[in-house]
């Protein structure tokens, strides 16, 4: 089959075939390998045919990139992106937005109009702890006649996930997996002294090494994909420590895996787990490097580019440190950085004009910014509450970025590591080479706003029927029916031996009837445990008052029914009636303390006094009230309040630039990006308490105004 003058792989093939018969399909195959095309395809078909069809993806960035991406392919009057308040073109045949925004138009009952189709990229969240009840509930409200196209390249247990998805949607859901990468990938070992290695051969290359005195080096042919031991010597100083113990062995640093790679295997991406340490290394390599990496055509066009970037941007964001950084193809990426700076970054390296890119793991997810190498600073990661090894998934997610299709033969993976690391890392590092990533699991857990609107559109034997057709509900009851089939054969085996059910259990069987019975227990429960829990939510929405005993809808459900961030904290300042006291300034500077936190390591040089200090410690009081702590322990989640960051929400609402706010805090890092972000968030959680007033048109006007205020270049770029 041929598509956009060039032939499909035979998996693309398959899925456009069974998407142009009407059917849904899931998609599963490594990143890079092409899966974009199809989804491509089905929004051109949708357009042609006169439908619309809507794409959604887990992350802003990635929903931005297909925005911009579909706007090239099919001319900005078809494309339309909703994010929160940001609308382009609602009335456009494919609309791009955040699945929490089709979840709400679902839930809510909204028009589809003539929907054909709906995309969700990176499926797989389905089991994020977070945020994967959305990707569940969207599943579940779609009419049954809208396509749906799901992409992924991690999600192992694919045909379990299709027979589910069958159920719910009451037909069959096709599958097309493909597992060979276009760009084959190479495992390696990056150690100062044993060069790069094949798993299998790095203790051997280790020793080989230490035999010749730390003179022996291992590392690929240039740009080829053999692995043999090459002969640059390593000439160190200082042979021995004092008493006579061994050459001290050092650790291999970022700027020594640079050394490994600079030959062949540039562009590469360096993926670090803090911001901090993304920004260090990139101007340590800034120092390290004498010369810029790019050639001339690509200095001449970096040069251009940077000089239009300072009149846009500004010297204080593009200063002269990072215009020198940049200058020789060096950069840094995270979440906290600059927005500005962040989508100029970006369009760097889209442009191939930067070699070394170091970044977190935001980078990993979805955007299509392939390298030729990846590199890994480590195999462990802080995940808010400790710090374990990476799963499977989110090696394979890195990973997937090296090995650009079209450009390169193979792409390189490499691994930092010292020998002293090695024992343990080599189980994971095994594990990763299989490239068998965790089986989807749900995460299937309602919100208060999704309860109230439930309770609020049907009778509770419908909202039954539709918690009980989630992900979990289906495990659950497939698992209780296990159950239940072995209680079945243990009851039989027992009855054969002599056991009567109503009859005295002879005492040689207690043991076996006891486990026989608490087989019997966990299969009820787990066919009972989704619309259990549901009840459970139910009945304190109704013991606060939210809810009457009959259903029916008391103010805080009213209230509730438009919130979705820190949903009973804010209901009860918005019950409480401080909403409606404080001013504007005041009322953005609590929906920042509401959405955010400030990063590790940051100090404040200044502190909250006058108004803001009263409001925050009347905050404070609704914060660890009886009821937002019973919230807590029902959802097993902590309300965010971050009193401090009430400064910074206050000054931007009057008109502070994000430059100026530097001087409000000292941070090792640049943390404006987290701080847009957090504006970004405040901005839809005014937009939630301003759904609350559409019948006080004072109080709508003047939060739509509040609104109109915040959106400033920052906040509102595409990036």
Known sequence: MQYRGFTLDPFQADAITHLEAGKSVLVTAPTGTGKTIIADRLVEMAIESGHSVIYTAPVKALSNQKFRDY????????????????????????????????RNILLTGDSLGDLRAVILDEIHFL?????????????????????????????????????????????????????????????????????LSEIK???????????????????????????????????????????????????????????????????????????????????????????????????????????????????????????????????FHHAGLHVQLKALVEELYENKLLCVLYTTSTFALGINMPARSVVLDGLHKYDGRSTRPLRVREFLQKAGRAGRRGMDREGFVVVRMDKDSWSEARHYMTQYSKAEPERVRSSFNLSFNSIVNLVGRFEDDQVRQIVERSFLAWHLNRKGDDLRRRA??????????????????????????????????????????????????????????????????????????????????????????????????????????????????????????????????????????????????????????????????????????????????????????????????AKDLVGQIRGVYQDDPATYERLTALIQRVKRDEVEVVD
């Open 71 to 102: 706007c090239r392919l099919y001319g900005e009057d078809k494309v339309g992106l909703l994010t929160g308040d940001l609308v382009i073109r609602r009335e456009a045949p494919c609309l791009v937005m955040t699945t929490e925004i089709l």
């Open 127 to 195: 089991d994020d702890p977070e945020r994967g009840t959305v990707w569940e509930e969207v599943l579940i409200y779609l009419p049954k006649e809208i396509q749906i196209l799901g992409l992924s390249a991690t999600l192992s247990n694919v045909k379990e996930f299709s027979r589910w998805l069958g159920a719910v949607r009451k037909q069959e859901v096709e599958v097309v997996s493909e597992e060979t990468r276009s760009v084959p990938l190479h495992l390696l070992v990056g150690d100062r002294n044993g060069g």
């Open 201 to 331: 051969n790095y203790e051997e290359n280790w020793k080989n090494w230490k035999k010749n005195g730390g003179g022996q080096r291992t590392r690929p042919a240039r740009g080829g994909g053999r692995f043999d031991r090459g002969s640059r010597q390593n000439h160190r100083r200082g042979g021995r420590h004092r008493g006579g113990s061994e050459e001290r062995v050092r650790p291999t640093r970022h700027g020594d895996i640079f050394n490994l790679l600079r030959d062949g295997y540039m562009p590469y991406i360096y993926f670090v787990f803090s911001r901090r340490k993304a920004e260090e290394l990139a101007r340590g390599l800034g120092r390290q490097v004498t010369k810029s990496l790019l050639n001339d055509e690509q200095r001449l066009k970096m040069q251009d580019r940077l000089r239009i970037a300072i009149d846009e941007i500004g010297l204080e964001v593009l200063d002269e440190d990072l215009y020198a950084l940049y200058s020789k193809g060096i950069a």
């Open 488 to 681: 079945e054969v243990m009851g039989q085996k027992l009855e054969n031996e002599g056991w009567e059910p109503d009859a005295p259990i002879p005492s040689h069987l207690k043991k076996r009837v006891k486990e026989m019975r608490r087989l019997q227990r966990r299969a009820d429960t787990g066919h009972t445990r989704v619309w259990s829990d549901f009840l459970h939510r139910k009945q304190f929405l109704t013991n606060i008052g939210y809810l009457s005993e009959d259903g029916s809808f008391n103010a805080g459900a009213k209230v509730l029914q438009h919130i979705q961030i820190e949903e009973i904290f804010t209901t009860e300042l918005i019950l409480s009636g401080l909403i409606e006291e404080m001013n504007d300034e005041l009322l953005y500077g609590l929906c920042c303390a509401m959405t955010n936190r400030l990063p590790k390591g940051v100090r404040l040089r200044d502190r909250l006094h006058g108004p803001a200090r009263a409001l925050g410690k009347q905050v404070n009081r609704i914060r660890y009230s009886d009821i937002v702590q019973q919230a807590e322990k029902v959802t097993n989640t902590e309300a965010t309040w971050t009193p401090d960051l009430m400064l910074f929400g206050a000054a931007w609402a009057r008109g502070v630039s994000l430059v100026d706010l530097s001087e409000l805090y000292h941070s090792d890092t640049d943390m404006s990006g987290q701080l847009v972000g957090g504006f970004r968030r």
